[in-house]
């Protein structure tokens, strides 16, 4: 295949699948459409959500990993594929439809392409908590399965309300019972719920947030509005996220009421020839279950693929036959 990084991008590139994101779900599709000789483009932008972290957790055989390693590995190991090219570029245009599609990156590349695998994930909406982008990743954090183990049996500051913290609360309390909830305004509660949290010696705090203090990155102290200061070493808390690309609502694909795209167990989405994969089309945002969500998407791209080129050449076969 062409190697893009040197292409000239005056010239379309046909490729068999472009996959949006280089992150374990687009990476990991990669791997398993490289190894189906598939001619695979990864485009990704190079700015993903977890670069705050220091570490990555939950994978086998990479646990504490630096995100930025694992990619470096994952990119490593598409080397000996030669149908797969890895760019750093934004798609910014995508026409067409299922066979032949047409996108266009940032730089002026045009690539066409017979499937689309969506994987760009989610990013952060802007952090309106003063002090808290300071300490995000490195000492408050939102996945408790990745990061509650460092901040066992510590005091911990859960920023949460209504729904989101009738879950997170019981769920936190595996890793530490010195828990103190900041609603940072109204709890969205019921008093049975909040009767629960006293039952379990959890403070409930509603007051807004003024600041969260810090040194290098670790948290001391969470100060609200009232003069309120509740001292602590962890933060846990519920981002605002929104897609990383807002390529597939733009070609007609449905996504839920929480704001995931809606696929098939296989990742197809709505639209054919375009799947999805990774943090974008699921809640639980683990980067052992996006890498596990790209692989069974890529297989079932892969499929697709295999099943349209043998059809065609029952086709053909059957046409010169005729002739």
């Known amino acids: 295949m062409t190697n893009l990084k040197n292409h000239d991008p005056a010239n379309a590139v046909n490729a068999d699948a472009v996959i949006i994101g280089g992150g374990p779900a687009g990476l990991n599709a990669a791997l398993m459409l490289g190894r189906a000789r598939k001619l695979t483009?990864?485009?990704?932008?190079?700015?993903?959500?977890?670069?705050?972290?220091?570490?990555?957790?939950?994978?086998?055989?990479?646990?504490?990993?630096?995100?930025?390693?694992?990619?470096?590995?994952?990119?490593?190991?598409?080397?000996?594929?030669?149908?797969?090219?890895?760019?750093?570029?934004?798609?910014?245009?995508?026409?067409g439809?299922?066979?032949?599609?047409?996108?266009?990156?940032?730089?002026?590349?045009?690539?066409?392409s017979k499937k689309l695998l969506f994987a760009a994930g989610m990013k952060d909406r802007?952090?309106?908590?003063?002090?808290?982008?300071?300490?995000?990743?490195?000492?408050?954090?939102?996945?408790?399965?990745?990061?509650?183990?460092?901040?066992?049996?510590?005091p911990l500051v859960l920023i949460s309300r209504g729904e989101a913290l009738k879950h997170m609360a019981p769920l936190l309390?595996?890793?530490?019972?010195?828990?103190t909830v900041c609603t940072n305004g109204p709890d969205e509660l019921t008093e049975a719920e909040r009767d629960e949290l006293r039952a379990h010696e959890i403070p409930l705090f509603d007051t807004p947030i003024r600041e969260i203090t810090s040194a290098e990155g670790m948290v001391n102290h969470v100060k609200l509005t009232d003069g309120t200061e509740i001292p602590c070493t962890g933060i846990f808390f519920r981002p605002e996220l929104a897609p990383g690309t807002d390529l597939p609502q733009s070609l007609?694909?449905?996504?839920s009421e929480l704001g995931i795209l809606e696929t098939s167990e296989s990742?197809?989405?709505?639209?054919?020839?375009?799947?999805a994969a990774g943090d974008a089309v699921t809640m639980m945002h683990q980067s052992i279950a996006a890498a596990a969500s790209g692989a069974l998407a890529a297989a079932a791209l892969n499929g697709e693929l295999n099943r349209e080129a043998w059809n065609a050449g029952l086709h053909?076969?059957?046409?010169?036959?005729?002739?």
């Not at 990745?146 to 901040?151: T, V």
């Not at 309390?173 to 828990?179: A, D, L």
């Not at 007609?252 to 996504?255: K, T």
């Not at 053909?316 to 002739?323: F, Q, W």
């Open 316 to 323: 053909n076969s059957s046409l010169s036959s005729k002739g």
């Open 267 to 275: 990742g197809q989405t709505s639209v054919p020839g375009i799947y």
């Open 173 to 179: 309390s595996g890793w530490s019972k010195r828990i």
């Open 252 to 255: 007609g694909c449905r996504v």
């Open 126 to 154: 802007r952090l309106d908590i003063p002090g808290l982008a300071e300490v995000y990743g490195k000492s408050a954090f939102v996945c408790p399965y990745c990061d509650g183990w460092e901040l066992r049996d510590q």
């Open 41 to 95: 483009v990864v485009i990704d932008a190079g700015q993903p959500r977890n670069a705050v972290t220091r570490e990555a957790h939950g994978f086998l055989t990479r646990d504490g990993i630096a995100p930025f390693e694992l990619r470096r590995i994952a990119i490593e190991q598409l080397a000996p594929y030669p149908s797969v090219s890895h760019i750093e570029d934004t798609v910014i245009s995508i026409a």
């Open 97 to 112: 439809e299922d066979g032949a599609f047409l996108l266009e990156t940032a730089s002026g590349r045009k690539i066409t």
